[in-house]
């Protein structure tokens, strides 16, 4: 399909193990993002890559998320150590060149992670 | 940084009526403000947006309205149909973080249609 794709859908893993989710933005979108979004809450924004590089990772909540997109394109998104409080649905956006006259986000349908 | 804040957490109507959701954003240099449809399972999805230019934009029986001074927009659905039940989001942009296109997030509005 054209849409953003994210894998895998689901994750369980065990407390302090580590864990990889890809996204595969639509083709040819410059602007990608990593949302997470808890039970019941609004998508949180982690991180923001234009191109290659991470032009804003605010969002990140500690050292041990991060982020990559060497090549433009496909992104994982890398958690280490993870916690029960890590346990979300992580979502990848992308749009066509993002910025403050971004138009539309186009979001996967996520990933879903559970920490036991 | 930006806090947008949503009401109500949830809605019920009959089908037919209109429903509306309102949303609060803090940060008056703001210019984008997307709302978005979540089904189960799915990811967001794009229905209409706004920006501070306007103050009103329709697509057929949605529509955003954008008070700049008091910092408030709101979802207008005429005519609900049991397919508009999801959850909603509005969104607005967070200059103050510079030219990134980020977006804060309401806290959603589940929005049920009752046939």
């Known amino acids: 399909g054209a849409g953003v794709s994210q894998t895998p859908s689901n994750k369980v893993t065990e407390k302090g193990k580590y864990v990889e989710l890809r996204c595969d933005p639509i083709s040819g979108h410059t602007a990608l993002y990593w949302y997470r979004q808890s039970l019941g809450q609004g998508p949180e924004f982690l991180i923001y890559f234009q191109g290659t590089g991470a032009a804003d990772d605010s969002g990140l909540p500690n050292d041990r998320f991060f982020a990559v997109r060497p090549e433009g394109s496909v992104s994982t998104l890398k958690i280490q150590r993870t916690e029960r409080g890590d346990s979300a649905v992580y979502l990848c956006?992308?749009?066509?060149?993002?910025?403050?006259?971004?138009?539309?986000?186009?979001f996967g349908e996520g990933s879903r992670l559970t920490v036991l | 940084g930006e806090n947008v804040e949503q009401h109500p957490s949830t809605l019920s109507v009959q089908e037919g009526d209109s429903a509306v959701i309102k949303c609060t954003y803090s940060?008056?240099?703001?210019?984008?403000f997307p709302w978005y449809k979540q089904e189960l399972g799915k990811g967001p999805q794009l229905i209409i947006d706004i920006r501070s230019n306007v103050g009103e934009k329709k697509d057929q029986r949605i529509a955003v309205t954008l008070n700049k001074t008091a910092k408030h927009f709101s979802l207008h659905i005429t005519e609900t149909q049991p397919e508009d039940s999801a959850v909603y989001f509005c969104a607005a942009s967070s200059p103050g973080s510079g030219n990134t296109g980020k977006l804060i997030f309401g806290q959603g509005t589940t929005l049920q249609v009752k046939p």
């Open positions: 940060d008056s240099a703001s210019n984008y």
């Open positions: 956006a992308s749009s066509l060149n993002g910025g403050l006259n971004t138009g539309e986000l186009f």
